[in-house]
């Protein structure tokens, strides 16, 4: 079946230091990708997102990285700061009318070392 | 804060009690989501109403019930549930419709605990 998974189940960054999250998905028919970031006792808050016309968009201090060929997404942080400590969720979104039918990944653990 | 609001955010019940979850979003959005989260499980979509509609219903046990009666407010209604549905129950909602590549929004979810 269809999957959205993670490389890297926990990463530990430096402050300061860029941070890489990876994340692979396997459905050929998804045009639209989401990052999410889920702070302790909070629901998934939306990042940045990219469509499958693109491979590179940016934000503050976030940037969203799309590989077709490989169907490969990364997120990148630049600057890891403390308050970037979460877990981190891609998610891919199928086009159907009416609303998006979303597959989430199961997270990365993101720590950053003071 | 959060344009999507769920209450209560903790709930203890048996498994003999009947529950609802509210979600209420302020948004402007038509399509509105149910999730469970479980731990080390990725998000579980279990409801989707669109324009007050059920879109989809993923293969939910009947003993989850939801409801939507305009499209800003969707519950979810509990009876005689089973200690595996602990969990986080997340709402969500999206654009929808013919922007249907929006992101969506979520709540903080409700605590679920069946003892």
């Known amino acids: 079946g269809e999957s959205v998974g993670l490389h890297l189940p926990t990463l530990s960054v430096q402050e300061g230091d860029n941070s890489i999250i990876n994340c692979a998905y396997s459905n050929s028919a998804s045009d639209y990708f989401i990052w999410y970031k889920q702070e302790s006792g909070k629901g998934p808050q939306f990042i940045i997102d990219i469509r499958s016309n693109m491979d590179k968009r940016q934000g503050q201090r976030v940037t969203v990285l799309l590989n077709k060929t490989v169907k490969h997404l990364s997120l990148q942080i630049a600057a890891t700061q403390p308050g970037d400590s979460a877990v981190y969720f891609c998610?891919?979104?199928?086009?159907?009318?009416?609303?998006?039918?979303?597959?989430f990944g199961t997270g990365t653990k993101l720590q950053v070392i003071p | 804060e959060t344009g999507v609001t769920q209450t209560p955010r903790h709930l203890v019940m048996g498994m003999t009690n009947k529950k609802s979850l509210k979600c209420e979003q302020h948004l402007g959005h038509n399509a509105m989501y149910w999730y469970k989260q479980s731990a080390k499980k990725p998000l579980e979509l279990m409801f989707v109403?669109?324009?007050?509609?059920?879109?989809e219903n993923n293969s939910v046990p009947s003993r989850f019930s939801p409801e939507c009666p305009n499209s800003s407010h969707l519950f979810l209604h509990l009876h005689t549930l089973q200690p595996e549905d602990s969990a986080l129950y997340l709402c969500a909602s999206s654009q929808g419709g013919e922007y249907s590549n929006q992101p969506q929004h979520f709540g903080d979810g409700t605590r679920l605990s069946i003892l």
């Open positions: 109403y669109n324009f007050k509609e059920q879109t």
């Open positions: 998610a891919e979104s199928e086009p159907l009318w009416g609303y998006q039918k979303v597959t």
